[in-house]
């Protein structure tokens, strides 16, 4: 898996860096967009969801816990619990910065 360093902290990011990021990590996006359809539950994803940050640093762990399930009926409780808060939470990162300060509020979920 390819990590990015450089994007410690994907909130800091304003709109149009986040949007230039996407297009950089492309081919993870296709990657990872593909593989989390399956473990997500309804609504899918739209194209835009911004898969690619499994890709990067911050949810490297996320994406390690996430290796070799093919159905949500394979993750285990806690990871399903972390990808349903990740998809949430990021579900409009690539439309709008509108809301950032829930991610100062929630966090991720604590073992």
């Known amino acids: 898996m390819d990590t ?3 994007l410690a902290d994907p909130r800091s990011l304003c709109l149009d860096e986040r949007r230039a990021t996407a297009a950089r990590l492309h081919v993870a996006q296709r990657q990872w ?3 989390l359809q399956p473990l997500v539950e309804p609504p ?5 969801f911004p898969a ?11 994406a390690r816990r996430l290796d070799g399930a093919r159905e949500r009926a394979h993750l285990p409780g806690l990871v399903a619990d ?7 939470a990021f579900r409009d990162y690539l439309r ?7 991610f100062a509020q929630s966090g991720q979920p604590q073992d």
Do not use: K, M, S
């Open 4 to 6: 990015y360093d450089f």
């Open 33 to 35: 967009l593909g593989r």
């Open 44 to 48: 899918a994803l739209a194209p835009d």
């Open 52 to 62: 690619f940050l499994l890709a990067t640093q911050p949810f490297a762990d996320l």
């Open 82 to 88: 972390e990808l349903d808060w990740f998809v949430e």
């Open 96 to 102: 709008t910065c509108d809301g950032e300060d829930v």
